[in-house]
């Protein structure tokens, strides 16, 4: 559980290639599902959201799973 907490905002930091983002490090801690599956739901679990607002977090997260997977092949 730790590990979820310590890497959930890797997902904003790859989505929007930030300079924070540790895919490597990240990659060898935990799994890049778990995290999607953690920052998904606390990104919807925050009031009332449009459809609008899904697209963009799926967007994210799919942008975040594509690079993970990438980096995989790398390793």
């Given at each position: 559980?730790?590990?979820?907490?310590?890497?959930?905002?890797?997902?904003?930091?790859?989505?929007?290639?930030?300079?924070?983002?540790?895919?490597?490090?990240?990659?060898?801690?935990?799994?890049?599902?778990?995290?999607?599956?953690?920052?998904?739901?606390?990104?919807?679990?925050?009031?009332?959201?449009?459809?609008?607002?899904?697209?963009?977090e799926?967007?994210?997260?799919?942008?975040?799973?594509?690079?993970?997977?990438?980096?995989?092949?790398?390793?």
């Amino acid at each position: 559980m730790c590990a979820l907490v310590r890497w959930h905002m890797q997902v904003l930091f790859v989505a929007h290639h930030l300079p924070f983002a540790e895919l490597p490090a990240m990659l060898r801690s935990v799994d890049p599902n778990e995290i999607a599956l953690l920052v998904f739901c606390d990104r919807l679990g925050r009031g009332e959201k449009i459809l609008k607002d899904i697209e963009k977090e799926e967007k994210n997260i799919g942008m975040f799973l594509s690079r993970c997977a990438q980096a995989r092949k790398h390793q």
